[in-house]
T-cell receptor
Framework: EDKVVQSPLSLVVHEGDTVTLNCSYE??????LLWYKQEKKAPTFLFML????IEKKSGRLSSILDKKELSSILNITATQTGDSAIYLCAGRMEYGNKLVFGAGTILRVKS | SAVISQKPSRDICQRGTSLTIQCQVDSQVTMMFWYRQQPGQSLTLIAT?????????ESGFVIDKFPISRPNLTFSTLTVSNMSPEDSSIYLC???????????FGPGTRLTVL
């Protein structure tokens, strides 16, 4: 059964801290992994990663995939209260277009 | 990325009734996806909707409960039929982006069934 596991389930940090969120996957015929930020209803796309191992960056956020460890990390530096959200990762299979989502990490940034 | 809109944004319904959720995209897309997010849970794919063919449902979801229409390349509807409180969820449609494997979500519909 395809599975995506995220850790920690929740995290509370102070503004300015750096956080690392983890995602491990067991997805049949894995093709790519996606990270999303969910604040209210709609997940907002952050990154798409493949087994190439290329790091993706956007401002204070960065992410990379380790194909040997079947895992990915999402780093957020100099956190701000606006980073408070649920962060979701999802694995995508080679065949078909199904995304298998993890349970998410709830991040709360305190001022 | 495509601009996706959904209607309604939220609704409160009585058990036994049905609700149709609309998803509109500002560009033509081959596939549209419908997800459900139950309270405190992550997203689960309900079905994939292709224009001109029947939707493909994931295990645990059936057409009688979640009929889907896909009349053209920019529009789809999901109906939640004979609702019960267990159907209270956020329902989201999504489409693939221009870059391979990127997928974007609509704003979602928050459904509460009493």
């Amino acid at each position: 059964e395809d599975k995506v596991v995220q850790s920690p389930l929740s995290l509370v940090v102070h503004e300015g801290d750096t956080v690392t969120l983890n995602c491990s996957y067991e997805v049949t015929n894995f093709r790519s992994l996606l990270w999303y930020k969910q604040e209210k209803k709609a997940p907002t796309f952050l990154f798409m990663l493949t087994s190439s191992g290329i790091e993706k960056k956007s401002g204070r956020l960065s992410s990379i995939l380790d194909k040997k460890e079947l895992s990915s990390i999402l780093n957020i530096t100099a956190t701000q209260t606006g980073d408070s959200a649920i962060y979701l990762c999802a694995g995508r299979m080679e065949y078909g277009n199904k995304l298998v989502f993890g349970a998410g990490t709830i991040l709360r940034v305190k001022s | 990325s495509a601009v996706i809109s959904q209607k309604p944004s939220r609704d409160i319904c009585q058990r036994g009734t049905s609700l149709t959720i609309q998803c509109q995209v500002d560009s033509q897309v081959t596939m549209m996806f419908w997800y459900r997010q139950q309270p405190g849970q992550s997203l689960t794919l309900i079905a994939t909707a292709n224009q001109g063919s029947e939707a493909t449902y994931e295990s645990g979801f059936v057409i009688d409960k979640f009929p889907i229409s896909r009349p053209n390349l920019t529009f789809s509807t999901l109906t939640v039929s004979n609702m019960s409180p267990e159907d209270s969820s956020i329902y989201l449609c999504s489409v693939d982006g221009w870059v391979r494997d990127e997928q974007f979500f609509g704003p979602g519909t928050r459904l509460t069934v009493l």
